[in-house]
């Protein structure tokens, strides 16, 4: 069974009174430790249907279902719930919160779960916790750093430690590599792919990169609003 899956998924966007079709029908899934990637050029839908299985929007027609649960139709709380506690999110463009160090990005996800005082109480825990993760990642050597004092690949391995750190059954990866260099890129992507594997992390990545994509256990096509 699919740990996380669209079936029959359609999406269309408008423009004034003109009808975008975006994805026409799309049945994809994923397992449990497995890793996929879905390949497309800019405009396929891609991007559509990663935020679709992250409950970042809504299909017109169709159904997501996480762990055997129908998840689309939740209520907007929900959704976002499960998106704290089970579905890890790594974007192109990092979104990591400049005024936050480094440690401190990783830790915002804690900080939204629980309150205060339930993170106050916690906070050792907490801190272990992330700078573990953070040595994982390759980045117990800078933890009081802010992204201004990142590279690319440091900025985008801190923001998949933000997305590890609630322990999450999957994380979805749009253009993870998009704003990296090559060495960087190949970096990031091997990383993705040892957590897969060591940690038995669900992953879905969509890359326009033939190359990138190759590392993954299987690679979907994205054509005009369509899985091959």
């Known amino acids: 069974m699919f740990l996380l899956a669209a079936e029959n998924v359609t999406k269309s966007y408008y423009k004034k009174n003109l009808q975008i079709p975006v994805l026409k029908g799309v049945n994809f899934g994923v397992c449990e430790g497995e890793f996929v990637s879905i390949v497309g050029q800019s405009g396929s839908g891609k991007s559509t249907l990663l935020h679709l299985l992250g409950t970042l929007d809504k299909p017109d027609n169709g159904i997501i279902r996480f762990d055997g649960n129908r998840i689309d139709n939740l209520l907007a709380k929900r959704r976002d719930t499960l998106r704290n506690r089970s579905i890890g999110f790594v974007f192109q463009f990092y979104h990591l919160l400049p005024e ?9 996800p804690l900080m939204i779960r629980h309150s205060v005082l339930g993170y106050w109480f916690s906070r050792k825990h907490y801190h272990a916790k992330t700078q573990h ?40 990866a749009d253009e993870p590599t998009g704003n990296l260099d090559a060495v960087s890129a190949q970096e990031v992507i091997a990383l993705l792919r040892h957590l897969c594997t060591q940690n038995r992390l669900s992953v879905v990545m969509v890359t326009h990169d033939s190359n990138i994509a190759a590392v993954a256990d299987r690679s979907v096509k994205m054509i005009d609003g369509q899985i091959f």
Do not use: F, W, Y
């Not at 936050?100 to 915002?108: D, G, K, M, P, R």
């Not at 990642?137 to 933000?162: C, D, N, Y």
């Open 100 to 108: 936050l160090t480094v440690l401190e990005n990783v830790l915002s």
């Open 133 to 172: 993760l953070l040595e994982q990642v390759g980045l117990q050597h800078r933890l009081k750093h802010k992204p201004s004092e990142l590279s690319g690949g440091e900025m985008q391995r801190t923001a998949i430690a933000r997305a590890l750190v609630m322990e999450p059954k999957i994380l979805l």
